[in-house]
């Protein structure tokens, strides 16, 4: 998590910590839903009853205007106790207010927009249609299975105090402590097999000697497409796949996730031997990439060595890595090499690069990233090189309550870290 997060030092209202508890705060975002509640309804009627317009598009112009309502309400009674108080003029005062509010009221609206007005028309539609509901009955519906989710949101990613750390007081409404995972042997076994699977694949693809880069299965149209962009510096990224045909993007294994993505980047102005030598050496500070924070090589015998690097990902949470990983390169032809990274080691770092850091125990952390395999190839195209990775990351699963919010941390944090990794490779080789 990131540092300098720590409660807000406002008093609670009313008086005591009931209030400013999960519970309490809880009770008055039912207060403040209802009234919303009540101006989604009173306006729906109106518009459907007296005005006559379309349902679903009466629904969206009712919720956003309880959205309004509910953000007026939280922000001045249930989630008061967060917000800092105004600044004098001298020190950006009311503008500053002004901006934080903004801010705050574009986050409310992006977080219920997702779950409120999509959520609403859809499941508004669903209980019309399928259900036979009215719209006002369908409506009610729709907000009493939205709520939790639009209250464990507010609470985490609008109203939050400089110092309060998203997901925490989730996990406090969800009432036990899902922030922690614990990797058990099935999940490392059901991982072990979906890697076995996707090796065998491409140990298939280059005795068959099919298409060396997955780009290159594209019509030739397309190829022209992705090339032109590859050459102006863009990272194509596309799913993964165990076999030919098989999504294999975030599937779920007993306990875990496997997040399987595949990127690509044209390296120019570079010759493949050069390329190769580079890669095999530590990164320097110029050229580290920005989720490294340290790299060493522990050990090297001729292509292979044991590799050290401490990560950092970040996706509202920032989480520090310890990791070793076995790493081998292989030239299949003058134009042609592959190199595999296999994590043997991921070690989560709590409080990294403080006083109280220490290492969490292996498999028994929060999670987001527990097995990290990485699958390079690299070809010669013109006066430049191709590369392209297949990254595997196994991560934890995700609660029922409180998946939608973590989901995003686990699924594109992978992603994001692969296409990094091409982008600072890519850089490194264009002075």
């Not at 992978?414 to 990094?420: G, N, T």
Request: aromatic content about 8%; charged content about 20%.
């Amino acid at each position: 998590m990131t540092g300098g997060h720590h409660l807000s030092g406002g008093q609670s209202l009313s008086g005591g910590n009931f209030w400013s508890g999960s519970l309490g705060r809880w009770i008055r975002f039912t207060f403040g839903g209802t009234a919303g509640f009540a101006v989604q309804i009173g306006v729906l009627a109106v518009l459907t009853q007296i005005a006559g317009l379309h349902y679903l598009m009466a629904t969206a112009i009712a919720v956003e205007l309880a959205i309004v309502c509910n953000f007026v309400w939280h922000e001045r009674w249930t989630w008061r106790d967060r917000l800092a108080p105004p600044k004098p003029l001298g020190e950006g005062g009311p503008a500053a207010s002004s901006r934080d509010r903004w801010t705050r009221l574009l986050r409310f609206n992006a977080l219920t927009g997702v779950t409120s007005i999509a959520g609403s028309v859809a499941l508004t539609a669903v209980f019309v249609e399928s259900a036979s509901l009215s719209p006002i009955a369908a409506n009610i519906a729709s907000v009493i299975a939205l709520g939790l989710v639009n209250f464990a949101g507010a609470n985490t990613l609008v109203f939050r105090a400089a110092a309060v750390v998203a997901l925490a007081s989730v996990a406090a409404t969800a009432g036990a402590d899902t922030l922690e995972a614990t990797l058990k042997p099935k999940t490392a076994q059901d991982f072990a097999r979906y890697v076995a699977a996707v090796e065998a694949r491409m140990t298939r693809e280059l005795q068959a000697q099919e298409a060396f880069l997955d780009i290159e299965r594209q019509t030739p149209a397309q190829l022209a497409r992705t090339m032109a962009a590859l050459r102006k510096g863009e990272i194509v990224v596309t799913r993964g796949v165990t076999a030919r045909g098989e999504a294999g993007n975030e599937i779920s294994v007993e306990g875990g996730t496997i997040n399987h993505w595949r990127g690509t980047v044209f390296v120019p102005n570079v010759k493949m031997d050069d390329l190769l030598k580079a890669l095999q050496e530590p990164q320097t500070d110029k050229h580290k990439q920005e989720d490294v924070l340290s790299s060493r090589v522990v050990a090297r015998d001729g292509d292979r060595m044991k590799i050290y690097l401490r990560l950092r990902r970040t996706k509202f949470v920032t989480v520090v890595y310890d990791t070793e990983s076995d790493c081998e390169y292989r030239r299949l032809a003058p134009d042609r090499a592959v190199s595999n990274s296999i994590s043997t080691r991921i070690v989560e770092i709590e409080n990294a690069g403080t006083t109280k850091e220490r290492a969490l125990p292996e498999g028994n952390d929060r999670g987001y990233m527990w097995r990290l395999n990485s699958y390079w190839r690299y070809k010669t195209y013109g006066n430049g090189v191709l590369i392209e990775i297949e990254s595997l990351t196994l991560s934890r699963d995700l609660p029922p309550i409180i998946g939608p919010l973590i989901r995003p941390i686990v699924t594109s944090t992978a992603r994001e870290s692969m296409a990094r990794t091409l982008a600072s490779v890519r850089a490194r080789f264009a002075e």
